[in-house]
């Protein structure tokens, strides 16, 4: 039962089919301009303030 629900998938040595289509999907550049210009807002607010958010307890 266990064996008739597993699915080989092809390690890095494996032919691939001829038939396969492999599809990449591109990030979608609206998003990430959009995240992008909201980290820029918090920067120009509070710039060291955010770093210290990154910033580990024991200056780690």
């Known amino acids: 039962m266990l064996s008739e629900q ?3 998938i092809n390690g890095p040595n494996d032919p691939v089919d001829s038939d396969s289509e492999v599809v990449f999907n591109s990030p979608n ?6 995240v ?22 024991g200056g780690q």
């Open 36 to 57: 992008l210009e909201e980290i820029d807002a918090v920067l120009e607010k509070n710039a060291e303030e955010f770093v210290k958010g990154f910033i580990q307890k």
């Open 6 to 8: 597993i699915k080989k």
């Open 29 to 34: 550049t609206k998003d990430i301009d959009s």
